[in-house]
């Protein structure tokens, strides 16, 4: 069993910052593509961003491109995502994520394993 588990999540004003980490157990992250997914209440999942195994490629979903930054520590186990200029609209549980695929890494059904999400509510 792959086990992810998010932490950094809170509650932050418009225009604040917020630091999410996904930590893996022992060898976990090599060779996996993670992401990073949220979903707002009464709303479908929706992917957020991506890196691959190696650090070299990222994605972003449209909405967060130029605020939000994913970032991996392979040594570590680690996923992080900075997340700057936060809205409202950012507001839902988000989720880390993991896969064997990059070319599909936007879609949800790519990952095979899941965190257990953690919420992040941006005041107005």
């Known amino acids: 069993q792959v086990q992810l588990v998010e932490s950094g999540g809170g509650l932050v004003q418009a225009g604040g910052s917020l630091r999410l980490s996904c930590a893996g157990a022992?060898?976990?992250?090599?060779?996996?593509?993670m992401g990073w997914f949220r979903q707002a209440p009464g709303k479908e999942r929706e992917f957020v961003a991506a890196?691959?195994?190696?650090?070299?490629?990222?994605d972003y979903s449209d909405p967060v491109k130029g605020r939000f930054t994913v970032s991996r520590d392979n040594a570590e186990n680690t996923l992080y995502l900075q997340m700057n200029s936060l809205k409202p609209e950012d507001t839902a549980v988000y989720y880390c994520?993991?896969?064997?695929?990059?070319?599909?890494?936007?879609?949800?059904?790519?990952?095979?394993?899941w965190g257990q999400g953690t919420q992040v509510t941006v005041s107005a």
């Open positions: 890196a691959s195994w190696g650090g070299g490629s990222k």
């Open positions: 022992g060898r976990t992250f090599e060779s996996l593509t």
């Open positions: 994520a993991a896969g064997v695929s990059w070319s599909r890494s936007r879609l949800s059904n790519a990952y095979s394993y």
